[in-house]
């Protein structure tokens, strides 16, 4: 994947960065769209296939590359170019580009199917990774008979981490006490860190609560 520290220029800088100052920043490529000056539209008969996910309408003008059809997973229809294009994310609703480079990693190095689309930004696509790794690992670790201390806070960890995300409900809370009452004084200090983020759970409930009546 290219780095954003090479792809910045005088497009961005003079016509569009005022646009483009709310969209979620991705950590490789920015906010910002990349310039290159190629503008091509599709042309079957000379050959020029964009992707079919990529409209008009959410494709930034002078921003495409070319693309490597050989490394491209096989397809009736492959892509010649990509465009950076504007998305808004399914899951926070705001503004992200899905970057030419970023698809030329996806379609080629990754040999994602060319029927995937981008519809999360960035961010809320590591979270959902992130919320994925948990959940496997707490599975893992409740199918354990013989867990050691440091796997009972694990669990404890993650099944508190999921709570948090919303992914568990308040009432396996429960579980999290049982497990970290389970460890013995030398997990003190780990001990201690999943008590309060119990404690910072318990009072967010109890405001809402409040809220609630208040209202």
């Known amino acids: 994947m290219a780095d954003k520290k090479n792809t910045s220029s005088s ?16 950590p490789r490529f920015g906010k910002y769209p990349h310039f290159t000056g190629q503008n091509p539209h599709n042309d079957f008969a000379g050959g020029i296939h964009l992707h079919w996910h990529s409209t008009p309408e959410s494709r930034i003008p002078n921003t495409a590359i070319a693309a490597d059809i050989a490394r491209q997973h096989p397809s009736m229809y492959p892509v010649t170019h990509y465009y950076d294009e504007k998305r808004i994310c399914t899951v926070c609703d705001k503004s992200f580009i899905f970057f030419a480079q970023e698809q030329k990693y996806w379609y080629e190095d990754l040999k994602f199917p060319l ?7 960035v961010y809320c696509r590591k979270k959902t990774q ?24 694990e669990m ?40 309060k983020r119990l404690d910072a759970l318990k009072a967010s409930e109890v405001a809402s609560v409040e809220d609630d009546r208040s209202q």
């Open 156 to 195: 404890a960890s993650c099944c508190l981490s999921l709570i948090e995300e919303g992914y568990f409900t308040k009432k396996q809370e429960k579980q999290v006490r049982t497990l970290i009452k389970s460890v013995n004084m030398q997990h003190t200090q780990r001990y201690a860190e999943l008590l």
């Open 11 to 26: 497009y961005v800088k003079k016509t569009t960065k005022k646009e483009f100052d709310s969209y979620s920043d991705h």
């Open 115 to 121: 029927e995937v689309a981008c519809t999360r930004c």
């Open 130 to 153: 992130w919320i994925a790794r948990n959940k496997a690992r707490y599975d893992e670790l409740f199918h354990k008979n013989d867990k050691s201390a440091d796997e009972a806070l």
